[in-house]
């Protein structure tokens, strides 16, 4: 092998190994939709849900006392906890209240987004820096050739996140919940009649997507880049509502999408290490074009669809 192919193999691994490495917050974002989806609820406050996730995590971190070693995950269960409260809402406001989900869910994002500008501002001033979760070196597995560094060298967010995707698989195909789920969005008012309380599915559903939100916008600011900025997520909540789509609402393709979007959201920077003739500003607008194409190639997906997505629930209707 020349000194040219083992730079592009080891090139190659790299790129590999950053693919997985920035994943996560399309992952947890995207099964969380999912889950709220199959309930028959459509949440498009994901991003606001991130930016705030991302904010209380790193703001915590940097304010907890050192020492412990525990900062990263006091900063994980409060963007949890802040993820749920917006989850939370967004059920009150589109499951109790009925209003148009595609509105609340914009009304979230900007919520979300105003919020942890006004905090980011107010309490912090500056950038905000932290030390956030290390990579874990799996014993024996992270000195294997090639594999090794790709999986075996990640830390633990990359880890639970790919941990979560069969997880999440089976509890929608195999347990009595994700069949409640599945009834509730595909026919509430004959769920209802079966004893299936719709209004306590779609709320858990709802926050439980609002906490795995918060653990994505968490993943980018202290396990990602420990640090955070205004508007840092850039889309990426956008993004995983596009990737359920993409897949079908099953964890496994949105996974597969959200390896996908993270290949091409890091276009720019192997373009960059590779000397590529390409001008970094098309490389960045990747991931977006990207969306618009799954977007008109998920009409194909229409039949996979829940039969009452966005539809609220008024029991006794006809």
């Excluded at 974002?29 to 609820?41: C, T």
């Excluded at 980011?120 to 992270?142: C, M, N």
């Excluded at 959201?265 to 969306?291: K, S």
């Amino acid at each position: 092998m020349t000194g040219s192919q083992m730079s592009m193999g080891s090139v190659l691994i790299e790129a590999l190994a950053l693919m997985l490495w920035a994943a996560p917050p399309y992952i947890y974002a995207a099964i969380g939709e999912i889950f709220a989806q199959r309930s028959g609820v459509l949440n498009l406050g994901v991003e606001g849900i991130m930016l705030m996730g991302a904010f209380s995590a790193i703001y915590v971190v940097a304010d907890v006392p050192k020492g412990l070693g525990l900062e990263p995950i006091v900063g994980l269960l409060v963007a949890m906890g802040v993820g749920g409260l917006m989850g939370l809402l967004m059920a009150v406001v589109s499951v109790t209240f009925k209003g148009e989900q595609g509105i609340s869910g914009i009304g979230l994002t900007l919520f979300g987004l105003g919020l942890s500008s006004l905090l980011f501002k107010a309490l912090a001033g500056g950038v905000i820096t932290a030390t956030g979760f290390q990579r874990i070196f799996i014993p024996v597995l992270s000195d294997l050739p090639i594999i090794g560094k790709i999986l075996f060298q990640q830390n633990i967010i990359v880890y639970a996140a790919f941990a979560l995707v069969p997880i999440a698989w089976w509890v929608l195909n195999r347990t009595t919940w994700g069949l409640q789920i599945r009834a509730v969005g595909q026919n509430p008012k004959a769920a209802d009649a079966m004893g299936v309380n719709v209004t306590r599915v779609r709320y858990t559903t709802v926050i439980l997507g609002g906490i795995l939100a918060g653990v994505a916008g968490a993943s980018l600011s202290i396990a990602l880049t420990p640090i955070f900025q205004e508007n840092m997520t850039e889309g990426r909540g956008f993004i995983a509502v596009a990737l359920v789509y993409f897949g079908g609402w099953s964890p496994f393709r949105a996974m597969l999408g959200a390896l996908l979007f993270s290949l091409a959201n890091n276009l720019q920077i192997w373009a960059q290490i590779l000397n590529v003739p390409i001008q970094a500003n098309l490389l960045i607008m990747a991931p977006y074009v990207l969306t618009i194409v799954v977007l008109i190639f998920a009409r194909q997906r229409q039949n996979l669809e829940p039969a009452a997505l966005t539809k609220p629930f008024e029991r006794g209707e006809n």
